[in-house]
């Protein structure tokens, strides 16, 4: 699994190494330069190069996924129905962890990123217990077992 992420760089054409990787990275408003930034690319940016290589590129492709710091505990994804600016039917993910998070310990932070992901990889709309229960077994599954684990506290 390691080093895929390179290579996957390596042959897109007219991109540079910077722009792909960091295209799914930056698509959050922290405060650049500030010490939540610096840890939120770490972890996030961790969690892109561990995820499995067909995983990564799904995600790459969804156009209208943003990720927002919160003011709640924990991570969630809104899901909101847009109907102008982008296509019609589609889903605007707003996916959110909070700030509080981000001065925790970086494995409960991979854990919480990666179930939230996992809703926005699976296209989860709301929440239920059968729903999170698949979303830990969708992070699980790419090899965050631990960090899903640390973040339930378990
Ligand atoms: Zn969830």
Do not use: C
């Amino acid at each position: 699994m390691e080093g895929w992420i390179n290579s996957y760089i390596e042959n897109a054409e007219n991109k540079n190494d910077d722009e792909i990787y960091y295209e799914l990275v930056n698509k959050f408003n922290f405060l650049m330069g500030s010490y939540m930034e610096s840890v939120f690319v770490e972890s996030f940016g961790y969690l892109l190069a561990n995820l499995p290589e067909e995983v990564f590129k799904s995600l790459l492709e969804k156009k209208n996924l943003y990720i927002r710091p919160g003011l709640s505990d924990g991570g969630y994804v809104l899901s909101l129905k847009v109907n102008n600016d982008i296509k019609k039917g589609e889903r605007l993910q707003i996916l959110t962890v909070s700030e509080s998070d981000l001065f925790g310990e970086a494995s409960e932070l991979i854990g919480i990123l990666a179930h939230e992901l996992a809703h926005v990889f699976a296209g989860h709309i709301g929440s239920s217990r059968e729903i999170e229960r698949e979303a830990d077994e969708i992070a699980s599954s790419w090899g965050f077992n631990a960090e899903i684990k640390d973040s339930r506290g378990i």
